[in-house]
């Protein structure tokens, strides 16, 4: 895992791998895995390598023994041992490699057993040494020895398991064998072998507590930097949790603002009109023309309440994806278009080409697909001085209508047209402050169009003439007829 991925590494600077190569692991379940399989590999690999090299320089000692103290040159009992300690150590490999990780499951450990079986073929080293004569039963007590890593309870059963062993022996050797032993003398000598097992327990009790110590500063650390990753962790996520609610208020924002801009937009044409027929009404103009007015302006304003009504139900739920029928909304387009434009006493002339555009359907929310219709058309005749003409054309190719707004006579400003250059190819506005504030609401109407149109899985391109004319083509999914 990367430090850039690891939220300790990035909490503390250290990656949780630096920590497990330091035998620190957070997790507990993972310290355990570790620890077991520690041990399997010591008790299966390391323990049974040590121990055939042991049990053989124990050999060459006894060799060495019963040649210069003994004055043996008989290695009849040194070739047994031998023998033996080949074979104990072939099997106790064996049998550890195949049950010591069952063993663990077990009530006991099966390489403490091996521990203890360890001290028979010790015995059987001072027995081949010469028994009650030899020099080699101290040997005995460095089985306790080598436990004092495991604490002063198991060294004190070791040194009882030593002691035990060399009597064993001298038990064997005085009864089994009927030797003349000096009894008070290997008295002295089990006395010995239990007392130096004793001395290393007391020498193992100060390890003992430093270990205990250090293990407990381990866990420690272990559990506060288990509960930093953790923090770490939640920090993250309410970072992400935060950045998903700031998005989400700029897109209400956003959706705030289109609303807004539309209301001001459309409903500007029906007060126009309701105005223009007050105005009528009271200059004595015919009434039946009037009415008509305020009643076609007050239904255009009912449908543009209900629609805004449910501006923000859309923005929460996203776009409704549905089999819409393309003419209907380039008339109401086209609808909405011409009443702005009398207003500002523009004249307008749009022409809807194609024959078969009342046969062309879109997979797209009709919502959605009206607002970024009208913000392509409004953005193609924004420029228009004293009239406008715009064509609109719609065409099915390779599972895709594509609906294109069109005035080749539109003049466009040098710093409009370079930023919605700039726009189409890039994806954004690059340009200096001046030309930016310049198409400030041709991008604003773009970046709108843009988005709805993504969102509903279409493309929306833009092409600039040189000196005048204006294109602006929607790429939407076909709907399945």
């Known amino acids: 895992m990367s430090n850039a991925s690891d939220p300790h590494a990035r909490a503390t600077g250290i990656g949780s791998r630096e920590l497990a190569e330091a035998g620190v692991h957070l997790d507990p379940i993972d310290a355990e895995r570790e620890r077991r399989l520690e041990l399997i590999n010591y008790n299966v690999v390391t323990y049974p390598i040590l121990r055939l090299v042991g049990f053989s320089i124990l050999g060459a000692i006894v060799v060495l023994h019963n040649t210069a103290v003994l004055g043996d040159e008989q290695y009849r009992l040194v070739l047994s041992y031998a023998g033996a300690v080949f074979a104990y150590c072939l ?15 077990w009530a006991f450990d099966l390489g ?82 239990y007392a130096t097992g004793l001395w290393l327990a007391l020498s193992a009790w100060p390890a003992e507590r430093i270990r205990d110590r250090t293990g407990a500063a381990v866990r420690f650390a272990s559990e506060v ?76 304003m009912e449908g543009l309440i209900q629609r805004f009504g449910d501006i923000g139900t859309e923005e929460r739920e996203g776009p409704t994806l549905d089999s819409v029928s393309l003419a209907p909304l380039l008339n109401q387009v086209v609808a909405q278009l011409r009443w702005w434009l009398e207003d500002r006493e523009i004249s307008f002339r749009p022409r809807v080409a194609e024959p078969d555009i009342g046969s062309l359907r879109v997979h797209a929310d009709p919502g959605w697909l009206e607002e970024a219709l009208w913000n392509v058309s409004w953005l193609v005749v924004r420029g228009a001085a004293r009239s406008a003409a715009i064509d609109l054309t719609a065409a099915a190719r390779a599972g895709k209508v594509h609906v294109t707004v069109r005035d080749p006579a539109a003049r466009v400003a040098a710093s409009t047209r370079m930023v919605l250059r700039r726009m189409a190819v890039e994806g954004g506005p690059h340009g200096t402050a001046g030309e930016e504030h310049a198409a400030e609401d041709e991008r604003s109407e773009l970046l709108v169009a843009r988005s709805l149109v993504a969102a509903m899985g279409g493309a929306l391109t833009v092409e600039v003439g040189d000196r005048e004319g204006i294109t602006v083509t929607l790429a939407l999914p076909a709907a399945v007829a």
Not at 121 to 146: C, K, M, Q, V
């Open 225 to 300: 930097l288990a509960r930093l990753e953790i923090r770490s962790r939640d920090l993250a996520e309410q970072t992400r949790h935060a950045r998903i609610l700031r998005r989400k208020a700029d897109g209400d924002a956003r959706a705030r603002g289109i609303a807004m801009a539309r209301l001001g937009r459309e409903f500007r044409g029906p007060l126009t009109r309701i105005g223009s027929a007050l105005g009528g009404a009271q200059t004595g103009e015919g009434p039946p023309a009037n009415v008509a007015d305020i009643r076609a302006a007050a239904e255009s």
């Open 91 to 105: 099997l106790s490999w064996v049998l550890l490699r195949a049950f010591y990780a069952r063993s663990l499951a």
């Open 112 to 193: 403490d057993v091996f521990f203890v079986l360890d001290l028979g073929l010790i015995a059987y080293a001072i027995y081949a040494s010469g028994g009650e004569r030899s020099l080699l039963f101290f040997a005995l007590a460095i089985r306790a020895g080598d436990q004092v890593h495991g604490g002063v309870l198991r060294t004190v059963i070791f040194a009882h398991a030593a002691a035990l062993s060399y009597a064993i022996l001298v038990g064997w050797l005085y009864f089994g064998e009927a030797r003349l032993l000096d009894l008070p003398a290997e008295e002295a000598k089990i006395l010995f072998i």
